[in-house]
């Protein structure tokens, strides 16, 4: 089969490289999937940069995302059958409940093979049935940017109609966290350095939107957008350059998920900044298989259709990403393999 690989982590862009790897097999308990479809996170551009916190193996099939048709089940499989649509867990050994000490080893296209083959193996508590509505394209974009957006707002925040939440820059958590909170009654408060991307998202029901260049104290912004009071919630994926604006920008007892570092790891989070907004900060790393069934029930239930920045063909995965560490996307890079 057609798969990419990379020699190690921190090899970049240029050493992602095609390769021919003999068809996989399924066993007790496993599934194989025809991909049709992946997409990228920066999680991806992480690893090939070097700056990913997890381990990463060598020569692995890299990306967590894709999404195919189950073409063979091993014995015990009772979750799907052949034929369904699917796509993959981030975490292949997460099911429900909270993540075990070793579950960040099942990270797909980390610490086992990823998405960017033509066949895959996933275990079957690892793969999830893709709503009905939505293409095999669409359906790949959902493991890690979809299921953090959720398991920030829904699991984490509680957030619930009437309530705010902030979300940071147009990258895929952040556009995923818009298109859930409308659905769920929640208003939003989306930053961005272009007026054009803020347009964008207002189009797609943000309420508010606050460019960061031009107002660099977008935490008062955002607490005069909410009469004072701020926000409920934080999706806060910048890091460094952001994290005490979005204390910042909280109510008291407000939360703040904290998921990446685009401007560069937090590393000066000061504990006053907790004790004066009484803050809960929860650290947000993708989530389980249970999370990804419940969002794909809301996305069911609301006709959610994920917002595709480009589609790019297989033998274009270097230029995805590139595109992707450009920053000129919004929404989700995806790949076809088709």
């Given at each position: 089969?057609?798969?990419?690989?990379?020699?190690?982590g921190g090899a970049g862009i240029?050493?992602?490289?095609?390769?021919?790897?003999?068809?996989?097999?399924?066993?007790?308990?496993?599934?194989?999937?025809?991909?049709?479809?992946?997409?990228?996170?920066?999680?991806?551009?992480?690893?090939?940069?070097?700056?990913?916190?997890?381990?990463?193996?060598?020569?692995?099939?890299?990306?967590?995302?894709?999404?195919?048709?189950?073409?063979?089940?091993?014995?015990?499989?009772?979750?799907?059958?052949?034929?369904?649509?699917?796509?993959?867990?981030?975490?292949?050994?997460?099911?429900?409940?909270?993540?075990?000490?070793?579950?960040?080893?099942?990270?797909?296209?980390?610490?086992?093979?990823?998405?960017?083959?033509?066949?895959?193996?996933?275990?079957?508590?690892?793969?999830?049935?893709?709503?009905?509505?939505?293409?095999?394209?669409?359906?790949?974009?959902?493991?890690?940017?979809?299921?953090?957006?959720?398991?920030?707002?829904?699991?984490?925040?509680?957030?619930?109609?009437?309530?705010?939440?902030?979300?940071?820059?147009?990258?895929?958590?952040?556009?995923?966290?818009?298109?859930?909170?409308?659905?769920?009654g929640v208003q939003v408060i989306?930053?961005?350095?272009?007026?054009?991307?803020?347009?964008?998202?207002?189009?797609?029901?943000?309420?508010?939107?606050?460019?960061?260049?031009?107002?660099?104290?977008?935490?008062?912004?955002?607490?005069?957008?909410?009469?004072?009071?701020?926000?409920?919630?934080?999706?806060?994926?910048?890091?460094?350059?952001?994290?005490?604006?979005?204390?910042?920008?909280?109510?008291?007892?407000?939360?703040?998920?904290?998921?990446?570092?685009?401007?560069?790891?937090?590393?000066?989070?000061?504990?006053?900044?907790?004790?004066?907004?009484?803050?809960?900060?929860?650290?947000?790393?993708?989530?389980?298989?249970?999370?990804?069934?419940?969002?794909?029930?809301?996305?069911?239930?609301?006709?959610?259709?994920?917002?595709?920045?480009?589609?790019?063909?297989?033998?274009?995965?270097?230029?995805?990403?590139?595109?992707?560490?450009?920053?000129?996307?919004?929404?989700?890079?995806?790949?076809?393999?088709?």
């Amino acid at each position: 089969m057609r798969a990419y690989q990379l020699p190690k982590g921190g090899a970049g862009i240029d050493a992602l490289v095609k390769v021919e790897r003999p068809n996989p097999r399924p066993t007790y308990r496993q599934v194989l999937v025809k991909v049709a479809a992946c997409s990228l996170n920066f999680r991806d551009l992480g690893i090939m940069r070097g700056t990913y916190r997890l381990p990463v193996r060598e020569n692995v099939i890299p990306l967590s995302d894709g999404a195919g048709e189950v073409i063979e089940i091993g014995e015990g499989v009772r979750r799907v059958k052949v034929g369904d649509q699917v796509a993959g867990n981030f975490f292949q050994r997460w099911h429900a409940g909270e993540p075990g000490p070793d579950t960040h080893l099942s990270a797909l296209g980390g610490g086992i093979d990823g998405m960017l083959a033509e066949y895959v193996v996933l275990e079957e508590e690892g793969v999830v049935k893709i709503p009905a509505h939505l293409s095999l394209e669409e359906g790949a974009t959902l493991p890690c940017a979809g299921v953090t957006a959720w398991h920030a707002m829904v699991e984490h925040a509680k957030l619930i109609a009437g309530s705010t939440v902030l979300l940071q820059g147009t990258g895929g958590v952040s556009i995923f966290g818009l298109q859930l909170a409308k659905a769920m009654g929640v208003q939003v408060i989306i930053t961005s350095s272009s007026d054009d991307k803020l347009a964008r998202a207002k189009r797609l029901g943000a309420d508010h939107g606050i460019n960061y260049k031009t107002t660099p104290d977008w935490d008062k912004a955002a607490i005069a957008l909410t009469g004072g009071r701020g926000v409920d919630c934080v999706v806060e994926v910048g890091g460094a350059g952001t994290i005490a604006r979005s204390f910042g920008s909280i109510r008291v007892g407000g939360k703040i998920s904290l998921i990446g570092g685009l401007s560069g790891p937090a590393t000066e989070l000061n504990p006053g900044m907790i004790l004066a907004k009484r803050a809960n900060v929860q650290g947000i790393s993708v989530g389980s298989t249970q999370m990804f069934d419940a969002m794909n029930r809301a996305i069911a239930a609301n006709e959610i259709k994920p917002v595709i920045d480009r589609v790019f063909g297989f033998d274009e995965v270097q230029a995805a990403y590139k595109h992707m560490a450009s920053g000129a996307h919004f929404g989700k890079i995806v790949i076809s393999l088709a």
